[in-house]
């Protein structure tokens, strides 16, 4: 069995002595309390190599001295709950654990920062942040796309901003290690640092995403207005679009918290929509017998099934744009029905605006104060191109390359996809 | 000052003693105990005729002797917070204040009363119905359009049954109005009451519908992350489309319960999309001043803006088919901020299911108890052809016919869009 | 029949154009446009005296140049749902409709009116309210208790305040008609305004008080706690005390909104505790055939009952300790069954607090905003002693005389209770 | 570095293949597919030994024939969000993945099995259970106190019951325990298992129990009710007593999630209530800098503070009776102030059943669907004397003997309490 410590890197040598020391209750993190990767016996004797990742948490040598600290904040992407959680606790703990006076918001995301001199940012203390939690959003407000590097380092630099957190996705933890990687070549002694928001679930390396919970709870609340819409008229049908770009965590979450969907749909895993054993024909069959369905369709999937005539398109942040599997789906099926002579009725639900935008629950809360708390732990330290992860019931550090080398997916033959079959009882002949 | 007494039908003379005699705390409501339908004295000098109603209630004598009477329920038209509150109420008034044992759900709406000898209803007493509340949507299911009157009479002959209550909105009232006088043409005894269900508010001598607070209260949160969306971006608009066909009840209460809108379209006022102080050149003067805006918008306001080239269309209940004015707000927005060279985000919510589909809230539970209670004590002592209504402050009753012969209207000078108004703080140029 | 038109005191004429005349959808309201006390024909031709009441809204001339124009606010006595909406819209319409821009407010209810010197008053503006009304309870806070008139009016002369915004119960509201009084008194050109405040809906002249509805929401969801606790365990109760200091409207309404309270005990209506169809009998009755039960008690009610030896004791405020017939009760019954040798299971909900500590719902939110605006409307255009309140389906000006001379009661024999003994099916032979 | 496979006992050997063969996507779990208990690397190397517990999931091979397989279950102790989703989703899974046609509900805990005769045991099935899971509570509703061992198992051999669930805390898990030894002496083929329900998340083994994050999503919204009240008087306390026997997990959780809490007592870590940086001075000292604060406690926190004379009393289940930590505080706290002169105000609130009440939240819910399918899996291949448990991110079987060996704790020195303590800044000093 093969395994490897996984290396995070360091601005410097932590040699001051933490603030917290005076805390008698504070257990500080040492060498050699690390986290292994895999949890599974056989795992460690099979080919994957076994990790052992740095264990989160305070340590008793820190590396940036607390007086005039400067540090700042960006988020980016779309908004998830649990951003203001995050803002707020990096905030407190900066400002309250070790000290730090000058914690600057910058807006509108990357943008924002590059544009810093355009676009002022905000002061942010304890008192600003104090109830930001329990609204949904950024307070600091987003943009997509990203930015020159150098134009971020610069705004960095010209206000003496030694820690940067930037709270963000895919992208945005590209662009954070982007700028690690810039700083190092500069040889600034500037910490980068993301926190990954993925309303998706979809980054390696993290059990659940904050926020995650939240969603899939909203969005069981649509599965209800589903269910009863479809109840309410013959052979009507709750079509529901939700979240999942390339990952169906959410619409397989949201599938188990409520059991009244009938279809769940994923971009993992490819169904057939025509012909024998095909989404239109399993349809009739229910609609024949119980006359009502609920499909959840994660905005991903099917992708193979739509051909606009537009090929592959991207956005400003240079993903792909999906096609409109959701409206696809629709329109699908009202014209096999009407083909049928079959009259249905579909109602449409397109929440995601709904689900994003609400505050993040009490769960995703107090993961979040863990989250914040443990990524200033880290950054205070001198630990650079990293973010905090939890994985299995510790709070570890990933470099950020890691994070973002893959996409988490939903495993057509593990543990969550064959609950998901059980719960929906979809024949298996849907998918190919 | 003219004035006039509303003459409610009757199937004939209330002869039977009242079981509920026995019962000690039972006021009965008795002769002269009318209510008025003016309120302010200016109207009684006024042209308008006062009109006095009757005040709804139980009385001394009923028609109906409650041994082996025979009742039916049948629901119809969209969804509406409550009406399981009513089906519920119905059926325990009946039960347990007058002693009915055989009541008849009939499923998917006039279809279902038409077609009862396939469509077999649901028997109804306390027991099946002791928690249907809770969830939205109807037990009975629903349907659109109407059926051939003679064919739905015939179906409850069939069945013996003596009262019908038909829950529904303006078609499902009209329909209820022509079984009624069909009755009479063919003088059978059979009592038809509606009860009023219209999510919009829109039915005259009603002061509020039933399912409407719970509707604004849910439009209300939509307003939330609509306003949380359009802070997270620069630029941004979060554009809502909300109920209200040709009357703009829901999206005014909506403002008013939220105020975070900043424009509130009605289909009553027309407003001014391009040019001087219409709404592009508002809105780009807010972005700039603010940098986000949120719009409110009635589905059938601004309808003379669209030409499709399709003309009017109807739906199967015979109503106009309105155009998506939700669609095109965001694609005029869009056409004309790309002409100005301006990039904007919009986030648009089409949220009309998932208000709809939730369960009554406790002030139109409660309501649907009092509706529901009325309409039953109304139907017994015979009266038919009619619906019960709130009215001020207390319940009345008033003929189908008075319910049907016109929408309410928000009135441009009055109250409510003055409070709006004053809460948006939208300018008037916006208004023609 | 006898009539009479309420009289509203002034302050002086009013003589300055409105500046909501630059509005040209503003409909002034103007004289004649009164609103009648009854809607009932025949109370018209009872006893009762006929009245109608001056209808609120906004006057084309005023009394106030808006110019240097100094405001005051003050929020007095227990929690409510609202309060926070109520400040938010006096700011606004004062700031945005007619141009105050000095408002105050002040903290601790009239201790800190009393005590400004020491107390230092918050500056309110637009931007300071903007979101307050998403959070429960009161920003300027409150206390109980009178305090000196002279001393607060010495206050508001010292700060050059013309108008005072009282947000408060029947203390406060006696309390502000003591300070208008003793200000004609002395010759002083400052209105004082009421906005009745009270969770328990007992004022009269008003149909519903702000917060009502949001609390009896509240309540039903106690009870669906209570409920469920009750079904799971053997002969057991979910016992609730609920408010209702003197009147049942807020067991009454949770009562109706709920339907799975079984007995509801208020204070208007004696009931019978031990005996012959008393309480525990009914409640042994009914434990042997349902196994469980749900009881909900106004705090008010049954305080015959309890004889603790202590006798009459008065709080600050001087309204009468209640004895705590919550407790009695559960004490009552635990000794009951166990002289009978039935073990019952009871739980206790207490959750005041936590009802009346939320944040309006959408329709208390709407209804804040309509009350707050008239106040304003009717405050600056010199009225002054008086109180805005929803009578039937619209708005009219109360004096505070008349508003503080007796409290609303449920009526025995009226729709309310009706309604209840029909939704409960308790017995009549509970009430003596 | 001691390492031990934990061994789970099995009631014979499963030869009989599953009929969850026929689905193309179940992957079966195989033998070596275990997880170890510590994820730390020292903790590998430390004194600890380490353990492999084999993972959940359905076997290849089972041991009870589908046909003619009869199952049973029971609820016992207090009610816990969550349990209505495992009665449902044991009964799907044991009809619809494994074809069992009769599952009987025993109803009133280990009461309503001894005495199956008396108290007929409910049938269960998917359409029976299809919506129970939206509501809170048990539908087979529950007891407290243990049964004769012989007297259950005998009601289980009358109705040929072959698998038993028992859905409980510590005494039912013991009690569970005892079953499946004596059943093992007397030479039955009766496989039993529990499913661990306890609020208060204090089970080894156990990274979380089910309900746990309702409760404290619950208990957070408490928290802003207690916050709100503190801010709405001079010198006010909300006082929350939330649940916690011997454990601070609900307490502590609900700190961090909400954030508002000033003083958070738990169980485990003692806390000073008089004399220096006690948490009456501590307390004064904050209302004289902020006029408000809230206090959560467990109500297992603080027993040696109070004398009642009582001594130790016990409960029906035989747990030590608590003494009201709560009443003991508020009146503590009053006293002491009182003596001082300062007025101040208390709130309290005790919320338990309002919480644990409740239906479960989505994250829960899709958790229990996990639970449930797993220990339907496992004992259907013959396993008995068990529980699953979700450890670290996978679902293990543990047998019941570990699981009640001792209680779970708030360690004083880990992460949880570190964040406790960073969150609410309260000082070190309260705790001794």
């Not at 807006?107 to 008192?127: N, V």
């Not at 954070?176 to 990954?196: F, G, P, T």
């Not at 009259?343 to 994003?356: A, Q």
Request: glycine share 8%; charged share 25%; proline share 3%.
């Amino acid at each position: 069995m093969k395994s490897k410590m996984v290396n995070i890197k360091k601005i410097g040598k932590a040699k001051i002595p933490s603030p917290l020391r005076k805390i008698k209750w504070v257990r500080f993190v040492s060498e050699g309390d690390d986290v292994i990767s895999h949890i599974h016996r056989r795992s460690f004797s099979g080919e994957d190599e076994l990790k052992y990742f740095e264990a989160a948490g305070p340590r008793e040598k820190i590396y940036y001295k607390s007086e005039n600290l400067k540090c700042g904040i960006v988020t980016c992407g779309g908004l998830c709950p649990g951003i203001n959680d995050i803002i707020r606790e990096i905030v407190v703990k900066l400002y309250q654990g070790y000290g730090v006076r000058e914690i600057k918001g910058f807006r509108y995301g990357y943008r924002g920062l590059a544009k810093a001199d355009e676009i002022k940012p905000m002061s942010l203390d304890p008192d600003v942040v104090d109830s930001i939690h329990t609204d949904g959003g950024s307070i600091l407000s987003s943009s997509r796309g990203p930015q020159e590097t150098d134009e971020m380092i610069d705004a960095l630099i010209k206000r003496d901003i030694k820690i940067l957190y930037a709270i963000g996705g895919d992208g945005t933890m590209k662009g954070a290690h982007d700028i690690a990687r810039r700083i190092k070549e500069r040889c600034l002694d500037i910490s980068v640092a993301a926190v990954a928001k993925t309303i998706d679930n979809d980054i390696p390396y993290i059990d659940r995403s904050f926020g995650f919970e939240t969603a899939f709870q909203a969005a069981s609340e649509i599965i209800d207005s589903a269910h009863t819409e479809s109840k309410g008229y013959e052979n009507c049908i709750g079509l529901v679009k939700l979240m999942g770009r390339s990952s169906g965590f959410i619409a397989s979450a949201t599938t188990l918290a409520n059991r009244n969907v009938n279809y769940c749909l994923i971009p993992e895993i490819p169904f057939k929509l025509k012909g024998d054993g095909g989404l239109l024909e399993v349809l009739k069959e229910r609609l024949h017998r119980k006359g009502h369905a609920v499909i959840v369709v994660a905005e991903g999937a099917g992708q193979n099934h739509i051909d606009d005539g537009k090929g592959v398109e991207k956005d400003a942040s240079g993903n792909v744009k999906l096609k409109d599997i959701g409206v696809y789906l629709k329109k699908s099926i009202e014209e096999h029905f009407a083909d049928e002579n079959i009259p249905v009725n579909i109602k449409y639900f397109n929440p995601s605006y709904i689900i994003r935008s609400i505050p993040a629950n009490a769960a995703d809360s107090m993961y979040c104060v863990n989250l914040a708390q443990n990524t200033v732990h880290a950054t205070i330290s001198g630990r650079t191109d990293m973010m905090v992860s939890k994985c299995h019931s510790d709070y570890i550090h990933v470099p950020l390359s890691m994070a973002t080398e893959k996409r988490k997916k939903v495993d057509s033959r593990g543990r969550l996809w064959r609950t998901v079959m059980g719960a929906t009882h979809q024949p298996a002949s849907l998918f190919i």
